[in-house]
């Protein structure tokens, strides 16, 4: 139970705890931070994980390909640009991946793959981000834009040809002005629903079958780098992991 707790004052030997209003501010006070103290079980609230927002198992593999870029506007004055191209999906806390860079190029092409784990496909989008890279300082962004995984029809290739813009904001009138385009070829491919049916088998769950086009013994690897302990060497003072995979790292 709560406990009862009494407090008096006595300053030059009249009781303060006579006065009506401050005897009452004193107990209040005193039964709210130190009243507590004493009383268990101590309670943590958790508020429950919206489920839009937890983890969601993947339903199928995004398949880009990075072409080219064409009439990208010159950012140094001195010289031409040096593009490169990021990509990374919306509600993913994957790095972005990044093409290489092509010197002195406003026409790069590329001809790069990339691979992306899709687990909503009717709200995830792909996000396409050019940038001028700079061997000193911050490299300056060429342009952007998105591709809606739900405008892309399964299982078929699809050529893309993106205009380059300031923002996704409509309404922004910088995005009038012409800053190129960029050409991907993206495949959605999605899990069927047999290959994602599972049944426990001695308690644990076991996939039936691959997707169609994985590689013998192949599926979905899912890696979490937890730590790293008793690092050795001169310089590891911001270390990090790499992990490769079949040559992708």
């Known amino acids: 139970e709560e406990p009862h707790?009494?407090?008096g004052l006595k300053l030059f030997g009249a009781d303060l705890m006579a006065i009506p209003v401050l005897y009452k501010f004193v107990q209040d006070t005193i039964k709210k931070q130190v009243g507590n103290m004493y009383l268990w079980p101590k309670t943590l609230e958790v508020p429950i994980m919206d489920p839009s927002k937890a983890s969601k198992r993947p339903v199928g593999i995004l398949l880009v390909?990075?072409?080219r870029a064409q009439n990208l506007k010159k950012k140094d004055l001195l010289g031409k640009s040096d593009p490169y191209a990021k990509l990374k999906m919306t509600d993913d806390k994957l790095p972005s991946k990044k093409t290489s860079v092509k010197r002195s190029n406003l026409n790069p092409e590329w001809n790069e793959d990339f691979k992306f784990v899709v687990t909503d496909p009717e709200n995830q989008s792909l996000e396409v981000d050019v940038f001028d890279?700079?061997?000193?300082?911050?490299?300056?962004?060429?342009?952007?834009?998105?591709?809606?995984?739900?405008?892309?029809?399964?299982?078929?290739?699809?050529?893309?040809?993106l205009n380059l813009l300031k923002t996704m904001d409509p309404n922004d009138i910088q995005n009038e002005k012409s800053r190129g385009q960029i050409i991907l070829e993206a495949t959605y491919k999605p899990f069927k629903e047999e290959d994602m049916e599972k049944e426990s088998v001695d308690g644990v769950d076991e996939v039936q079958k691959a997707p169609d086009n994985t590689p013998a013994g192949g599926g979905l690897l899912f890696v979490v780098v937890h730590e790293a302990q008793d690092l050795e060497g001169k310089h590891h003072t911001n270390p990090y992991a790499k992990i490769i995979f079949k040559g992708e790292e």
Do not use: Y
Not at 134 to 140: A, N, T
């Open 133 to 161: 890279w700079e061997q000193v300082g911050k490299h300056e962004k060429m342009g952007m834009n998105m591709v809606l995984l739900k405008e892309l029809p399964p299982e078929e290739t699809k050529v893309l040809t």
């Open 5 to 7: 707790v009494d407090f």
């Open 65 to 67: 390909k990075v072409v």
